[in-house]
């Protein structure tokens, strides 16, 4: 697609329910980032990929978070038995490369609002 | 205290003025990126920068590696450029950033 793709852009849960969400990344990427922005704060990094693998998941909060890319392409990020403190907009974003200065330039989703009430 | 501080938090300014935000950061970096968010929307980069100056049209990002220390200008501001400015740093090549707070801007007609 002409840019990446985020969905849900809004999904509604109640505590202690399993949700994922997806990111389509611009085509031939091969780096794709999760970030995940609370109310009023900056991003916080989650993990990322390089290919179909986790090149770092340090930012993962816990092990009730999980991110998957199994063919280098789409990317889907789980989140299970979710609790009121994982609200927030999760952000996805790829790159040509993963930081190289002439083609790492980051293009992000619109993000997935995710509220748990 | 954060890695990435940015200045001001919040600026209002008129239409046509002349708007310098500011970003200092406390680590190694490879690259510096400048974001920009409209409200409710999504995030887009502005700049990607490891020394020096990069102009796209109105906008001019300036980076001093050996303080630290990097700035975005607008020149000709217009009430389309009311958003939040972002300053995110990486210090490895690998793109996985550390976030400023953002300063929120807004320019009146």
């Known amino acids: 697609g002409a840019g990446v793709s985020q969905t849900p852009s809004n999904k509604v849960t109640e505590k202690g329910k399993y949700v994922e969400l997806r990111c389509d990344p611009i085509?031939?990427?091969?780096?794709l980032y999760w970030y995940r922005q609370s109310l009023g704060q900056g991003p916080e990094f989650l993990i990322y990929?390089?290919?179909?693998?986790?090149?770092?998941d340090s930012g993962l909060p816990n092990d009730r978070f999980f991110a998957v890319r199994p063919e280098g392409s789409v990317s889907t990020l789980k989140i299970q038995r979710t609790e009121r403190g994982d609200s927030a907009v999760y952000l996805c974003?790829?790159?040509?490369?993963?930081?190289?200065?002439?083609?790492?330039?980051?293009?992000f989703g619109e993000g997935s609002r995710l509220t748990v009430l | 205290k954060n890695e990435v501080e940015q200045s001001p938090q919040n600026l209002t300014a008129q239409e046509g003025e002349f708007i310098t935000i500011n970003c200092s950061y406390s680590?190694?970096?490879?690259?510096l990126h400048w974001l920009q968010q409209h409200p409710g929307g999504g995030i887009v980069s502005l700049f990607m920068l490891s020394s020096g100056k990069k102009k796209h049209g109105r906008l001019i990002a300036t980076i001093n590696i050996q303080e630290k220390h990097s700035s975005l200008h607008i020149t000709a501001s217009h009430p389309r450029d009311s958003a939040v400015y972002i300053c995110?740093?990486?210090?490895?090549?690998?793109?996985?950033?550390?976030f400023g707070t953002g300063t929120l801007l807004a320019v009146q007609p």
């Open positions: 974003a790829s790159s040509q490369t993963s930081g190289a200065i002439d083609t790492g330039e980051l293009f």
């Open positions: 990929f390089q290919g179909t693998g986790a090149a770092d």
């Open positions: 085509s031939g990427h091969t780096a």
């Open positions: 995110a740093v990486d210090g490895g090549a690998t793109n996985k950033l550390i």
């Open positions: 680590v190694g970096i490879s690259a």
